[in-house]
């Protein structure tokens, strides 16, 4: 019964991070075209490029850019928030549990994003995006250590991280789905 459990709970595991990587792909990569247009020559390119640390943080906090404070906000905590449940998963999820380790994943992974977005032509490639990301990337790791700290026993870690994920995962996925649908 036991095993039955543990089967279970890693199906419910894969398929919240399946559920993840989806809504992640949704907001970061394909936010301003779908992936059926990607290919499509008549769509609209996006391409620039911020190579200097902390210009766009800076920017959104003085007001210098000419976006409104819902967006500027958005920008800085959304890029934090969507790798904080990176940097748990990448240590739920590997047999290497260091953090170093986790972190480098964090910042290659944050790092293909930006050069797929200037290759594609699908965004802004900012050198901020990948800072921002790796604020979040270190908060999901350092969250999912805290969690070590208090609870040894990793199969209780997987229950509640998926118990957390299911609170906050299922109705944002809901939300951002919603939202998706209608811009």
Same mark, same amino acid.
């Not at 047999?95 to 480098?104: H, I, P, Q, R």
């Not at 790791?141 to 199969?155: D, G, M, Q």
């Given at each position: 019964?036991?095993?039955?459990n543990?089967?279970?709970?890693s199906? $419910?595991?894969?398929?919240?991070?399946?559920?993840?990587?989806?809504?992640?792909?949704? %907001?970061?990569?394909?936010?301003?075209?779908? &992936?059926?247009?990607l290919?499509?020559?008549?769509?609209?390119?996006?391409?620039?490029?911020?190579?200097? &640390?902390?210009?766009? %943080?800076?920017?959104?906090? +003085?007001?210098?850019?000419?976006?409104? =404070?819902?967006?500027?906000?958005?920008? %800085?905590?959304?890029?934090?928030?969507?790798?904080? &449940?990176?940097?748990?998963?990448?240590l739920? $999820?590997?047999?290497?549990?260091?953090?170093f380790?986790?972190?480098?994943?964090?910042?290659v992974?944050?790092?293909? +994003?930006? %050069?797929v977005?200037?290759?594609?032509?699908?965004?802004?490639?900012?050198?901020?995006? +990948?800072?921002?990301n790796?604020v979040?990337g270190?908060?999901?790791?350092?969250?999912?250590?805290?969690?070590?700290?208090?609870?040894?026993? =990793?199969?209780?870690?997987?229950?509640?991280?998926?118990?957390?994920?299911?609170?906050?995962?299922?109705?944002? $996925?809901?939300?951002?789905?919603?939202?998706?649908?209608?811009?």
């Amino acid at each position: 019964m036991r095993r039955y459990n543990r089967k279970i709970q890693s199906v $419910f595991l894969y398929a919240i991070l399946i559920f993840y990587i989806i809504l992640f792909l949704s %907001i970061v990569v394909f936010k301003y075209v779908s &992936p059926f247009e990607l290919f499509n020559e008549n769509r609209t390119v996006y391409r620039s490029i911020n190579i200097l &640390p902390f210009q766009s %943080i800076k920017n959104y906090l +003085i007001g210098t850019v000419d976006v409104s =404070h819902t967006v500027a906000f958005n920008n %800085i905590f959304g890029n934090i928030v969507l790798f904080i &449940p990176l940097g748990i998963y990448l240590l739920l $999820f590997k047999k290497n549990k260091k953090v170093f380790a986790s972190f480098v994943s964090v910042f290659v992974i944050s790092l293909s +994003i930006e %050069i797929v977005q200037y290759i594609f032509g699908i965004g802004a490639t900012d050198i901020d995006d +990948i800072l921002l990301n790796c604020v979040g990337g270190i908060v999901g790791i350092l969250s999912y250590k805290l969690l070590t700290v208090f609870i040894k026993e =990793h199969s209780k870690i997987r229950t509640v991280i998926m118990i957390c994920s299911s609170i906050i995962g299922i109705p944002l $996925f809901v939300i951002t789905s919603l939202l998706l649908m209608n811009r």
